[in-house]
């Protein structure tokens, strides 16, 4: 059984800080990893994707891959009640196309 | 241009009931995903059409449920004799199938077994 494991929380921030988002993964065989957002009541949406370890910046927004320490995690800068949202970080096993999702992290960017 | 949608965006059944769901991809996008995503969970894979023929339907719980992309385009999920626990968001997403295949997910469909 593939896991993808992160911490539901919620997550509390106040505004224009920067929000840390962890998710550890099984397998070691995995090779691309995505971070996707999700409103209350409305579908994931797409935010990032990685596959090289090191960072990866879009904006206000960093993925940072670890595939020795099997973590992944994404920063979130200049943090805005907007952000406020689930995310959720999938990982497909390696070889295959269908990710394992985790159950997701609440944050919450309080003014 | 138009993204994955999804019909009904509601579906409210009695257990015992026949339902069907319907997926409609990204033009062009020749993969195509189904999951269904409880309260305070991620979503669940449930399978994967490459085209037409489903690529991978190991995720499909048991027999009462079945899916059909027959012209490799609109996708409709089927569930038979539905049942209290069957319900949850039915989540449709399709994908280019680049080397690393982003997805993009329709808007779901609710589904309420009575």
């Known amino acids: 059984q593939k896991e993808v494991e992160q911490n539901s929380g919620p997550l509390s921030v106040p505004e224009g800080a920067i929000a840390s988002l962890n998710c550890t993964y099984s397998d070691r065989g995995s090779q691309s990893f995505f971070w996707y957002r999700q409103y209350s009541g409305k579908s994931p949406e797409l935010i990032m994707f990685i596959y090289s370890n090191g960072d990866k910046e879009d904006g206000r927004f960093t993925a940072q891959l670890n595939k020795a320490s099997q973590y992944v995690s994404l920063l979130i800068r200049d943090s805005q009640p907007s952000d406020s949202a689930t995310y959720l970080c999938a990982v497909p096993s390696g070889g295959s196309y269908i990710p394992t999702f985790g159950r997701g992290t609440s944050l919450i960017v309080h003014p | 241009g138009a993204g994955v949608s999804q019909t009904p965006s509601n579906k409210v059944t009695e257990k015992g009931k026949y339902v069907e769901l319907r997926c409609d991809p990204i033009?062009?996008?020749?993969?195509l995903y189904w999951y269904r995503q409880s309260l305070g969970q991620g979503p669940e894979f449930l399978i994967y059409?490459?085209?037409?023929?489903?690529?991978?339907d190991s995720g499909l719980p048991n027999d009462r449920f079945f899916a059909v992309r027959p012209e490799g385009s609109v996708s409709t999920l089927k569930i038979q004799r539905t049942e209290r626990g069957d319900s949850a968001v039915y989540l449709c997403?399709?994908?280019?199938?680049?080397?690393?295949?982003?997805?993009?997910f329709g808007p779901g469909t609710r589904l309420t077994v009575l």
């Open positions: 997403a399709s994908s280019s199938g680049g080397s690393y295949n982003e997805q993009f």
């Open positions: 033009s062009g996008h020749t993969a």
């Open positions: 059409f490459q085209g037409t023929g489903a690529a991978d």
